[in-house]
């Protein structure tokens, strides 16, 4: 009962902070975007020369600052890694090219459909077709590897990144690139997106909130707990589109959105598989990253340096729809996924066959 | 019937190939969401009967299989200040 009230709450509140981030100036339908936040602040380091998409968004930071102080403070702030870290990189570059097809994270996907997007309503049966093959791929022996306990510096740097990120934001220097028009000029406040970052951070650490978890459980245990995070995330994100009369059933005229259904439909179930294969969503990746999860920083990690080069590389869609190039980006990331996903299984398959015959070792 | 057991793994696959070996071996067991105040990580866990217990650690020990944690599914009391509580 305690884990169910607080994930409602969290779905609430997260909701609320969208809606009051839009009201004072982010994007429309872009309250919250794990991945339209981490390509703007890929921007604002200058990995990306995309005018219009480069800012620092203070959200991330707060997300992560957040999750730390919520895991120190109930004293689940557990140092861990080595499991796979250059395929979680490579993970992470992927889970962006997809959500930079569709043009927002899991977390956008839902306040999309709560403002009316239908297309994002196609894109939501591909992250649910994403979820359903990771999962399947889980099921036949995919494995990342069992995690080590490491050094406590490890798990500072996550933090540690985010509070230089604030101060670089802060302080402005002339090194760090901030847009003068487009997405990237649209922005609340810091001060207010800070906190809104901090109190999702919070309580998506203590709930446990995951919009990955979110989907699987439902269709693979009847379990309905994670989904009633994201259902009250989206009744709030609708309630809030009716009250402040952006509400717009349509496919077209879609704040930063496009009308290529296929591609919005395949690019979230990138997103939908790379997420599943590295344990999480990218809000996840986030608190994970916060709570002293190496592994998910280096997904992050991946995250920054995929959307740099999915913008270096001209591979990101904008409202005009996904480039031929773009598109091909896409297939061949669910192509390359695939081929992870088997050889994984092929390797395990083949040392639990090579154990068996000759070592018999059991731990 | 005694409690029920909440097995966790260090891999979501330990979880699923733990249960097809323990349902093999007679054991009445099954696939759950991690429950929040056992772990801060999304992945999958095994609930059964704590009466069990003996047969289920042999089995899993036998194919390899490191538990990395057991606890057990009581219900806890809600209140405010439990939020913050693990």
Redesign the interface.
Known sequence: MRDRILIIITGIVIGISAIILQIFGNPANMGFCVACFLRDIAGGLGLHRTAAVQYLRPEIAGIILGAFLAALFAKEFKTSGGSSPVLRFVLGMFMIAGALTFLGCPLRLVIRIAGGDLNALIALPGYLTGIWAGVTLQKKGFTLGKPQSLPTINSIIAPVCSVLLLVLLFSAPVFIFSSTEGPGFMRAPAALALLAGVFAGVLAQRSRLCTVGAFRDPLFFKDFQLFSGILAFFSTAFAGSLITGTFNLSFSAQPIAHSDGIWNFLGMTVVGLSSVLAGGCPLRQLILSGQGDSDAFMTVLGLLSGAALMHNFGLAATSAGVSAAGGTTVILSLAVLLIIGFSIIYTGKKNTVLNTVSNRTFT | MGSRLCITF?????A??AESILKNAGVDCS???V???VS?????ALQCDNAESDIIELTL????I?IESTSFLD??D??LL?????
Do not use: Q
Not at chain 2, 10 to 14: E, V
Not at chain 2, 40 to 44: A, K, R
Not at chain 2, 82 to 86: D, E, G, Q, T, V
């Open positions: 260090h891999t979501t696959y330990h699923i190939k696939l759950i969401p429950p929040r105040k801060s990580v999304c992945g999958i020990s036998h194919s390899g490191e219900a806890k809600f209140s439990s939020l913050f509580r693990k």
